[in-house]
């Protein structure tokens, strides 16, 4: 399973425009690492600067006066919670003579659970868990005899499966959406309704309300 849930839903956000406006949370580490550099007066974009109380005139260093990051209103946090490899599956075959069709169908499925907090009351505003289910299958036929002195071992067929990480990208997108609508007072469905069928995950049935995710995915804020 893919390890890239944060970020899908960043881009998630990052489609809704100027709807909103993102707040890097999930990998900071550049912007830590020149705040530490300015703090030691390392930093400079090679231009000079003055300072108000600095003696000796303008300096190369740039100044740092505290304030420049700006904080988030909510955040976004869970995770991929489910992975079923086989809940369904089955199959017919038969031959006569050695030779004969086969085939074979197969359902999985993956969930997502999601909420949006409050950051400064640490309130959880809206919870969302959706689970998307696979399908794939499997057909062929083949032959397995002899013609005179030769044995012949024929086999022709076809197999599929729904992109598994196409769908976790969808189900992620489609539980932002629902987290951004809550917040934002406004309706998701028209967006959704435009998504092919296939592609649309559905609610999760008799699960929890919020679940504890084992890590943080991903942060974000509003205006």
Known sequence: MTQGGALMVTSALGKLGDRIRLAERFDPTVAERELVWMDKRQLGDG?????????GGPVKWLPYFGG??????????????EVNYDIHSGGAEFAINGIGPKARVFTQSVAVDL??????SLIVVKTVSLTKQYT??????????????NLFDINIGAKGQEPLQLGIRTTLEEATLRLIGSVL????????????????PRPATGRMAAVSPDRRESDGSLP
């Open 185 to 200: 007072k406004a309706d998701p469905d028209a967006c959704l309704a435009s998504r092919p069928p296939a592609l649309r």
């Open 68 to 81: 420049s990051l700006i904080g988030s209103d909510y955040f976004i946090v869970g995770g991929i919670t």
């Open 136 to 149: 794939g299958y499997e057909t062929g036929a083949g032959t397995f005899r002899f013609f005179g002195s």
């Open 115 to 120: 909420r949006i907090v409050d950051t400064r």
């Open 47 to 55: 231009e000079q600067h003055s300072v108000l109380g600095q003696p």
